[in-house]
């Protein structure tokens, strides 16, 4: 019996295509989309496995969703001679309603149960040109980057440092503040007890001083009014006497 043709959509459909320098991990990026109504079960297997990492290489894409699969190809020495053999295949099969067990699943399935996408592998170097752009991109970037990054982080470390004084300033004032307020609570507590305590000793002598201050008052008008008398009789005296000479 024929195999059922592949119910997933991929994105590449025939080629995963490499751009190096390939002397770091080169990555490519493989889409796959569920169109079903139907949960799918997918496995990602290639024929260079020491090459290349695949991440996920294995899982299940639920109805009307997408996934996208990292494909990691390892640094190796590039020969632009050599022609690439290297093959990938998305195996896909209909995951049953009562599925519990991936792995189960895939080793109970029938042949015709599977379907799978083949797509092979290619490998490019950037152009002359292109390397001399991007290089040039590159510098452009990183001396904006950097000609932003001293226009903005130094203002703003300079503006930091005068906050920062600042809020020491304003502590430091609020600390006096409090300092001298319960300065003045203590020199009021100070003085509302001496008052007491004034009040205490003054009450008994109130009286007696009350009538000494009465009797000193009464002599000192006698004394004044006496004087006073003894004075006009002086001037009286003076005049009549101008007169009889």
């Known amino acids: ?13 025939h080629e995963l295509k490499f751009r190096g320098p390939f002397t770091d991990v080169v990555t490519a990026t493989l889409k796959l989309t569920n169109p079903t109504d139907r949960n799918v079960c997918f496995k990602v297997k290639t024929t260079a496995p020491r090459r290349y990492c695949v991440r996920p290489n294995s899982g299940i894409i639920e109805p009307g969703t997408s996934i996208n699969v990292s494909v990691m190809l390892q640094p190796f020495d590039y ?18 309603r009562d599925m519990t067990d991936m792995e189960g699943v895939w080793k109970e399935a029938k042949p015709e149960e ?14 002359e040109n292109d390397k001399t752009h991007e290089s040039e991109s590159i510098k452009t970037v990183s ?21 920062d004084g600042e809020v020491k300033k304003i502590m430091e004032e609020c600390k006096h503040l409090q300092m001298e307020v319960q300065r003045l609570r203590e020199e009021n507590k100070q003085i509302r007890e001496d008052d007491g305590l004034r009040k205490r000793k003054v009450t008994p002598l109130a009286a007696s ?13 006698l004394s004044t009014r006496v004087l006073a008398l003894c004075l006009l009789f002086f001037v009286i005296g003076a005049i009549i006497g101008k007169l009889v000479l």
């Open 1 to 13: 019996m024929a195999r059922q043709e592949q119910v997933l959509v991929l994105e590449p459909q």
């Open 79 to 96: 020969d632009p001679n050599e022609k690439s053999k290297h093959k990938f295949m998305v195996q896909s099969m209909l995951a049953p």
């Open 114 to 127: 599977l379907m799978d996408s083949k797509l092979r592998c290619s490998f490019e170097m950037p152009l």
């Open 143 to 163: 001396s904006f980057t950097s000609v932003k990054t001293e226009h903005s982080v130094l203002p703003k470390s300079s503006s930091a440092s005068l906050d």
């Open 209 to 221: 001083h009350s009538s000494t201050m009465m009797t000193m008052s009464k002599d000192e008008g």
